[in-house]
C-alpha cells in the first residue's frame, strides 16, 4: 500500500501509523503550531498547572486504592499503614493531600482571569460552562476524598454536608438516607464514596478533553480582549508556549514541594488524625480551605418568611456556583477585557475582597463579627453577579480599544 507522505522527514513508522490514524498530524496542528496570542501573560499557564495537579493525583491516587481498604473498621487504619509502612507511601499520600489544594487554588485563580479578561464572552461561553462544570466535579470529588481516611473531620463533615440535602422539601430525608445507604453515615456511605470518588477523576478527565476542545475551536483569549487579526500577531505554542508553561509549571512544583516535603500538613485539619467516633462531636466542624468560601455562605443567610435558615443557605450556596453558568449572559458590555473597564476594574477587586472575607469567615464558628462578615460579603457577591454586571456592562464608559494586538505591542500598551 502507497503511504501519502505528509511532509517534513519523520520516520517511516511515524507516517505508518499517521496513514492510518492521523495522531502525529492532529498532534502538530493543536499543539506544535496551534496559534496563541503573542501578548498573553502568565496568567494563561494557569490552565497548564491545573492539568499537572490533576495528573499528579490521578497517578497518586491510583496508587493509593493499591493499598487503601474501604471498610469503616479499616479505612483510618489502613491510610496510616500506608503513611508508615508502605514505601514512599507518606509521600504518595502528601503529594496526594497537597495536590489537591494546589490543584483548587490553580483552577481559583484561572476561574478569576477568565473574570478578569472576559476569557467567558462569545464565542467562549460553552468553554466557561464546562470550566463551571469542571468546577462542580472537583468539588464533588474532593468532598467524597475527605471522607476516606475515616478520621473525625471526614465523618462529620460526611454527616453536615450529607444532611443539607434533608432541607429539600418532602423528598428531603428520602435523599438523604439514599444518599447515605442507611440511617446515618456509616460503611455503606464509605464503600459508595470510594467508588464514585475514583469515578469523578475518569469524568474530570473527559471534562476536561471537552474543555480543551472548546478551546482549540475558539482559541485563546489574551490580556486585551481583542481577537488576533493576522498570522504575525500569534505564535505557534510549540516551542513559546512550551517554554514558558514548563517554566510556570516548574515554579508551580517547587511551591508545592515546599509544601508537601516541609509542611504537608498545614492546609489540613488535625482533628482528621483522629479515628472518626461517631459518639463524640468535634468542638468545630470545617471543611478544607478551598469551601472556606461556600460553607460562609452556608451559614450565613437567616430564616427568610417560609423559608428557614438551613434551606436557605442550600439554595444560597448551591447558586453561588450556578450563578456562574449565566456569567456570559449577565455580563452586558461589548467590551471583554477589565483592562478597558477602569469602573468594573474597582468593583472585580471588591468581588476578590469579598470571597477573601468569606474564606475567612467560613473558617471560624459562624458568630460574631464572623456572621456579620459572611452576610455583608455573601450580599455583595451576589450582588456583582446579578446587579453589577448587567447594569455596569450598559453604562460604563470603556477606555479605546488599540486597532490591533501589534499596534498595542508597537505603542507600548501590551
Ligand atoms: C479541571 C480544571 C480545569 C483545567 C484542567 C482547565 C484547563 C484549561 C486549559 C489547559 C486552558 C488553556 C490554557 C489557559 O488559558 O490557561 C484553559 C482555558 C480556559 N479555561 Fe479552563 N480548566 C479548568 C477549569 C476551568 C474553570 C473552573 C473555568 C471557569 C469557570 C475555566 C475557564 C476557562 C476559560 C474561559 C479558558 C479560556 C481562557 C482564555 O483563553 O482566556 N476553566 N483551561
Request: aromatic share 16%; with cysteine.
Amino acid at each position: 500500500m502507497k503511504v501519502k507522505s505528509n511532509g517534513g522527514n519523520r520516520p517511516r513508522i511515524v507516517e505508518w501509523i499517521d496513514a492510518r490514524l492521523p495522531v502525529f498530524t492532529y498532534l502538530q496542528r493543536e499543539y506544535g503550531e496551534f496559534p496563541m496570542p503573542r501578548n498573553v501573560n502568565y496568567l494563561w499557564s494557569l490552565g497548564a498547572i491545573a492539568s499537572v495537579f490533576f495528573a499528579i493525583l490521578m497517578v497518586t491516587g491510583i496508587f493509593l486504592a493499591m493499598h487503601y481498604t474501604a471498610h469503616k473498621d479499616l479505612a483510618f487504619d489502613s491510610v496510616e499503614r500506608i503513611m508508615r509502612d508502605v514505601n514512599w507511601g507518606w509521600l504518595l499520600r502528601y503529594m496526594h493531600m497537597n495536590g489537591a489544594s494546589f490543584f483548587f487554588a490553580a483552577v481559583y485563580i484561572h476561574l478569576l482571569r477568565g473574570l478578569y479578561y472576559g476569557s467567558y464572552k462569545a464565542p467562549r461561553e460553552l468553554l466557561w460552562i464546562f470550566g463551571v462544570v469542571l468546577l462542580l466535579c472537583m468539588m464533588a470529588s474532593a468532598f467524597l476524598g475527605y471522607v476516606l481516611p475515616w478520621g473525625q473531620m471526614s465523618y462529620w463533615a460526611a454527616t453536615v454536608i450529607t444532611n443539607l440535602f434533608s432541607a429539600i422539601p418532602l423528598v428531603g430525608d428520602m435523599l438523604v438516607s439514599w444518599i447515605l445507604g442507611g440511617y446515618s453515615v456509616d460503611n455503606p456511605t464509605l464503600t459508595r464514596f470510594y467508588a464514585l470518588h475514583y469515578l469523578m477523576a475518569f469524568v474530570i478527565a473527559a471534562v476536561i478533553g471537552l474543555h480543551v476542545i472548546a478551546l482549540h475551536i475558539v482559541r485563546s483569549n489574551n490580556p486585551l480582549g481583542i481577537e488576533p487579526k493576522s498570522a504575525d500577531e500569534t505564535v505557534p505554542f510549540h516551542p513559546y508556549l512550551t517554554a514558558k508553561d514548563g517554566f510556570a509549571i516548574v515554579v508551580a512544583l517547587i511551591a508545592f514541594s515546599l509544601f508537601t516535603f516541609f509542611a504537608p500538613n498545614m492546609l489540613g485539619e488535625t482533628v482528621n488524625y483522629v479515628p472518626a467516633n461517631p459518639l463524640q462531636t468535634p468542638p468545630h466542624i470545617v471543611p478544607e480551605w478551598y469551601f472556606w468560601p461556600f460553607y460562609a455562605i452556608l451559614r450565613a443567610v437567616p430564616n427568610l418568611w417560609i423559608i428557614d435558615a438551613k434551606l436557605g443557605g442550600v439554595i444560597a450556596m448551591g447558586a453561588s456556583i450556578l450563578v456562574l453558568f449565566f456569567v456570559p449572559w449577565l455580563d452586558t458590555s461589548p467590551v471583554r477585557s477589565a483592562r478597558f473597564r477602569p469602573i468594573y476594574r474597582g468593583f472585580f477587586w471588591v468581588l476578590i475582597a469579598a470571597i477573601v472575607a468569606l474564606g475567612w469567615a467560613g473558617s471560624r464558628p459562624p458568630e460574631g463579627a464572623a456572621l456579620w462578615v459572611a452576610k455583608a460579603a455573601t450580599l455583595y457577591y451576589f450582588a456583582h453577579f446579578l446587579v453589577v454586571l448587567p447594569l455596569l456592562g450598559r453604562r460604563e464608559k470603556t477606555l479605546p480599544l488599540p486597532a490591533s494586538i501589534s499596534a498595542a505591542i508597537k505603542s507600548g500598551a501590551a
